[in-house]
């Protein structure tokens, strides 16, 4: 299981009137659960990655809070093709916790782990689309 790390500083952080925040790399979903189940209601989160798999764990992390948050299957670098013109004045805070989670290396069966003899499948992304959105709450 993948534990997010230092979520209470990255919440500590945070403006005070937070409402819309971007997940750069929203992996397991940590961070995300923890921002929009510990900052209140009004919290919105768009999160990317380019791993469909970590997507569909970070989706169900946030089931609780599906109406609030969006998830999309892309880089971030590309995150202006999906946040509307009228949404970016408003991003207030923006998270990217870079590099691969502890899922991806050992859990993952992509021949990265450390401890664990595996086939190297040679690419760290499961990729459908790049572009795709997945609806939290569809
Ligand atoms: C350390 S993990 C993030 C963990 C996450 N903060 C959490 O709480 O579970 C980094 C994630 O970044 C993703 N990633 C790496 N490069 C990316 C990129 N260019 N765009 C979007 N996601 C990316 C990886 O697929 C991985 O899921």
């Not at 004045?89 to 990265?112: A, H, K, P, T």
Request: a neutral charge; proline letters at 2%; one cysteine or more.
């Amino acid at each position: 299981m993948h534990k997010p790390v230092l979520v209470e500083e990255v919440l500590a952080l945070m403006p005070a009137e937070t409402r819309l925040v971007i997940d750069c790399t929203i992996g397991g979903g940590g961070h995300a659960e923890a921002i929009v189940g510990k900052l209140g209601n009004e919290v919105e989160l768009i999160g990317f990655d380019r791993d469909v798999a970590a997507l569909e764990i970070a989706r169900k992390q946030v089931e609780k809070h599906a109406t609030r948050v969006r998830l999309v299957h892309d880089s971030y670098a590309r995150m202006e093709k999906h946040i509307p013109d009228s949404a970016v004045g408003g991003v207030d805070f923006i998270l990217m916790d870079l590099g691969l989670s502890s899922i991806q290396l050992e859990e993952s069966g992509r021949g990265f782990s450390f401890q664990k003899s595996q086939e190297s499948a040679k690419r760290i992304w499961r990729a459908k689309q790049r572009g795709q959105n997945c609806q939290t709450n569809s």
